[in-house]
């Protein structure tokens, strides 16, 4: 498969992905993102959407719950509104994972394996090696609530991927994955999951660098 081929694919993945949204009536649903939104959106935040991130945008934008949240849920909406929402939230919603994982750094976290060195014994220090060390590593792009897709490349693919990327679980340290890719978490996140089924773990090559081995 061509990369052309790879990234249409991606964005047929991505659509299909938010069809299946569309039925299942978990969400409010806008018109989709045109691509001057996109290149406005990817302008503004300095950030790129993989082809099924952005076949999932462009096939309807998720703005709001369907219904009001229950008793003891987040009243804060759970999607991004790329097209209408607060600037300030948004880059917020981009810069948890990593001000999150840092958070967890200062408490005492290190990644397992030798990853990052020794541990500075000093607070501080860790926090700034860690920091050092997570600009390299693939951003992540709010999807729903703590759940996050890779961002793509100015390419449209990266390492031969354009579409199957996990959908990750991010709190902290705490990251899962949460789905194969967008058709299998929109089933995991909303549909009925086998609840016998073990927990979708992506392809070799479709695994997220430093993200998916916190995962494990």
């Given amino acids: 498969m061509t990369g052309d081929e790879a990234v249409r694919e991606g964005v047929r993945?991505?659509?299909?992905?938010?069809r299946r949204l569309a039925e299942l009536g978990v969400c409010a649903l806008g018109p989709g993102l045109s691509d001057a939104e996109f290149d406005r959106v990817?302008?503004?935040?300095?950030?790129?959407?993989?082809?099924?991130?952005r076949g999932f945008l462009a096939a309807g934008l998720p703005v709001d719950r369907a219904a009001p949240p229950e008793e003891?849920?987040?009243?804060r909406n759970p999607w991004p509104d790329w097209r209408n929402g607060d600037p300030e939230l948004i880059r917020e919603r981009l810069g948890r994972p990593v001000e999150e994982l840092l958070f967890s750094v200062e408490h005492g976290w290190w990644p397992p394996g030798?990853?990052?060195?020794?541990?500075p014994a000093?607070?501080?220090?860790?926090?700034?090696?860690?920091?050092a060390a997570l600009a390299s590593v693939p951003a992540l792009i709010p999807l729903y609530s703590h759940r996050y897709l890779a961002s793509g490349t100015d390419s449209g693919t990266e390492a031969g991927v354009a579409h199957g990327r996990p959908v990750l679980s991010v709190v902290g340290a705490d990251t899962i994955h949460y789905g194969r890719d967008l058709a299998g978490w929109v089933e995991q996140e909303f549909g009925e999951p086998d609840p016998g089924k073990r927990w979708p773990e992506p392809a070799a090559r479709a695994r997220v660098p430093f993200w998916s081995d916190l995962a494990g």
Avoid: K, T
Wanted: net charge negative; no cysteine.
């Fill in 13 to 18: 993945a991505g659509a299909q992905a938010a």
């Fill in 42 to 53: 990817e302008a503004e935040y300095g950030i790129v959407f993989a082809p099924d991130h």
């Fill in 72 to 75: 003891g849920e987040s009243p």
């Fill in 114 to 119: 030798g990853r990052w060195g020794p541990r």
């Fill in 122 to 131: 000093d607070p501080a220090e860790a926090v700034a090696a860690a920091r």
